[in-house]
């Protein structure tokens, strides 16, 4: 299965311009803990960062600074990792470890943003999958049952 198959496709995303008060509420509003950082190139949404709570958190509120002095450019992670969404989930469950992050936003071909899988979506899918395997074994003990005669 590709990531793009499994993504979520609905992003809620701010612009580095945007005040930390008014990301902060976006999260609130669409229930995220995290907004992808995005510029407008030639029509399309480029994810550039990821800003977190925490971020807002340790970076800002920690240190008893004003919120309404920042910008979401100023917090967020620079260094961003994306995958491309006809990645598999197995590769993009390498690269999230490789490169130590629980959130991945997932590009189309162009570079625009796709979507976005969160570590705990991928456990989620896996649990799924495991459970679907655990089945297995009855279904193959009563099929056996059935079909041998003694």
């Given amino acids: 299965m590709s990531i793009g198959e499994f993504c979520n496709r609905e992003v809620v995303f ?6 930390l008060p008014e990301a902060a509420q976006l999260m609130r509003e669409h229930h995220v803990g995290d907004l992808v950082v995005v510029d407008e190139v030639d029509g399309k949404r480029v994810p550039v960062g990821i800003v977190t709570d925490r971020d807002m958190v340790i970076e800002v509120i920690a240190q008893s600074l004003d919120l309404d002095e920042f910008r979401v450019g100023d917090i967020m992670g620079h260094h961003l990792v994306s995958v491309q969404e ?3 989930v197995f590769e993009t469950i ?3 470890r490789s490169q130590g992050v629980r959130r991945i936003p997932v590009v189309n071909s162009e570079g625009g943003l796709a979507g976005i899988v969160s570590a705990d979506d991928i456990l989620e899918l896996l649990a799924e999958e495991m459970t679907e395997l655990a ?3 009855p279904r193959e003990q009563e099929r056996e049952t059935k079909t041998r005669t003694y």
């Avoid at 701010?14 to 005040?19: F, I, L, P, Q, Y």
């Fill in 14 to 19: 701010a612009t580095r311009e945007m005040s």
């Fill in 94 to 96: 390498r690269l999230m």
């Fill in 135 to 137: 089945k297995v074994v």
């Fill in 86 to 88: 006809k990645e598999g």
